[in-house]
């Protein structure tokens, strides 16, 4: 391994009404060199809370959907590589010293994904479709941005090679079934507006058999049925997701 001069790191994070995570992400970034959080004028604690913590920069934008809004906090970026992480999330400490050692070897890689734990009700999702679930969080600020055709699980498009780091990101992501379901509706109407742009026309396939194959997937073939009931919820409401997109999008074109 062949080391260079020590590498500055931003961390970035995007946020609305994130005051029960706000604290404990902060605080679990504090070892980046910048922090800036990018918030959609939350009304919780969000700001007051983000407020407190002296190495942060705080930015409100009006959200229009996550593809712009993450391209934006990259823009803010002081240094090259971003640590891009959602208030949900947590990085290990095992994670930190793999992401300070990567990034301070010298290497031609531009990117790196992350594996993802996915916790849901304070328990361990082992399947579900989440045992190989990883996401690039780690890459280099000039060789990056987010597809802008991509609202709602945007995708990082990058110039360059990517690699893949050993220890897993936690993912604290929904503490009940009301806030899972919620959300999985928001995206749901998200992406119909993704598919309205694509001129997808919706019919009976769109509306029945897609979201019966999304459940059947997720529980039969990814083994969801191993996660017990937390499994059946988490393939459902992802289902249902799919059904709201395309109902969503049926409404879209006739007000077109």
């Known amino acids: 391994m062949i080391l260079q001069d020590k590498q500055l790191t931003t961390a970035l994070l995007i946020t609305y009404n994130e005051e029960k995570n706000i ?10 060199d910048e922090i800036i959080v ?7 604690k969000t700001i007051e809370i983000a407020s407190a913590f002296t190495n942060v920069k705080i930015v409100q934008r009006i ?8 391209n934006f906090a990259i823009g803010l970026a002081t240094h090259s590589w971003i640590i891009f992480i959602d208030a949900d999330e947590r990085i290990t400490p095992e994670l930190q010293n793999e992401i300070i050692a990567t ?4 290497n031609t890689l531009s990117a790196y994904y992350i594996y993802r734990d996915f916790i849901f009700e304070d328990k361990r999702l082992h ?6 679930d990883k996401i690039i969080r780690l890459f280099k600020k000039e060789h990056a941005s987010y597809n802008i055709e991509k609202i709602v699980h945007e ?14 990101l936690i993912h604290y992501s929904y503490a009940n079934y009301t806030e899972y379901k919620q959300k999985m509706i928001f995206y749901g109407k998200l ?10 026309n919706p019919n009976a396939f769109h509306y029945y058999i897609r979201p019966v194959y999304q ?11 191993l996660d017990g009931k937390k499994g059946i919820v988490i393939c459902y409401l992802n289902a249902l997701s799919v059904a709201v997109r395309f109902q969503e999008l049926k409404k879209l074109r006739s007000k077109n």
């Open 63 to 70: 959200f229009d959907d996550f593809a712009a809004q993450r």
């Open 38 to 44: 990018v918030d959609s004028f939350s009304t919780d």
């Open 127 to 132: 399947f579900s479709g989440w045992q190989t």
């Open 191 to 200: 992406k119909a507006k993704e598919e309205l742009l694509k001129n997808t």
């Open 23 to 32: 604290k404990a992400v902060l605080e679990n970034l504090a070892f980046a």
């Open 215 to 225: 459940f059947s997937n997720q529980y039969l073939l990814r083994l969801g049925f």
């Open 103 to 106: 990034i301070n070897q010298k």
């Open 155 to 168: 995708k990082l498009v990058v110039k360059g090679r990517t690699g893949k780091l050993k220890h897993k």
